[in-house]
């Protein structure tokens, strides 16, 4: 659960005081990690990554018929499908995977607000921003120091 308190109404006291230019707006086809789309098919995901290391189906009300799979390739880069199709990427080491505004493991956070504006919701360590119109889906970057250590694409839980 997000909790908002001194920290989320300072962000909204500053977005406010700075204007729409500081406001988070990201569409949905920018969720995008590795070159890998929200909703994608595992059939694409297979013809650019090939095989996963390892399959594990994983259950959570949160996800269709309460149930996902997951390919883990190695290296912190694991893809949720829900019936076939992306529903969250999630890559957790440096690896050259980027968004769709090449925000990579590894970029400090001075970036990550200059291409995403302010999140729109910060809960511990994680920078959280929805896609327009949809808090169910978008980007969440957990934050080490001054920098991105975790990128999650897709369903936010």
Do not use: C
Request: charged share 20%; glycine share 12%; aromatic share 10%.
């Amino acid at each position: 659960m997000i909790r908002y308190g001194k920290r989320m109404t300072g962000l909204v006291l500053g977005a406010a005081l700075i204007g729409s230019a500081a406001e988070a707006s990201v569409p949905q086809e920018a969720l995008v990690v590795g070159g890998i789309e929200y909703g994608a098919s595992d059939s694409y995901v297979r013809s650019v990554y090939g095989a996963p290391r390892e399959v594990e189906t994983k259950y959570n009300p949160v996800y269709a018929d309460g149930q996902a799979i997951e390919w883990e390739y190695g290296n912190d880069f694991d893809i949720l499908f829900v019936d076939g199709t992306v529903r969250q990427v999630e890559v957790g080491k440096p690896s050259g995977m980027k968004t769709a505004a090449n925000i990579t493991v590894g970029t400090d956070i001075n970036t990550l607000i200059a291409a995403y504006g302010q999140p729109d919701a910060i809960h511990d360590d994680k920078y959280i921003y929805f896609v327009d119109g949809d808090s169910s889906i978008g980007f969440t970057f957990e934050i080490a120091g001054s920098h991105v250590k975790e990128i999650k694409m897709g369903i936010i839980h």
